[in-house]
């Protein structure tokens, strides 16, 4: 619904109930997603597969606690100009403050 808000551990789960609500939105919705912490350790390949179908390009890339966020959109046939991820410093520690979007030329 316009205006909702979901948080989702997939720190310990698949994304299955991040999957369920993505696929019921209905076309040309505007999703913001945010993954601060650790996103990448259980998050499932159908969900890497509907966050790619927003537009995404980095979900297969997202690593140990790298910070990642998306601008996307249901029923996008290219790909979304804003998307960002910074990488953890030595893969067990936070990346540093200053994860910026950029529109992709």
Known sequence: ???????????????????????????????VMVAQDEASAALGAEAKLTI???????????????????????????ISPYEAMKSSLDGTAWPRPGCYISVRA
Do not use: C
């Open 1 to 31: 619904t316009a205006g909702s808000v979901h948080n989702f551990d997939t720190y310990q789960n698949p994304g299955t109930d991040m999957v369920d609500i993505l696929k019921n939105l209905n076309d040309d919705r505007l999703v």
């Open 52 to 78: 790619e179908q927003l537009g995404s390009t980095l979900i297969h890339d997202l690593g140990w606690r790298n910070s990642w966020v998306l601008i996307g959109q249901v029923g996008i046939t290219s």
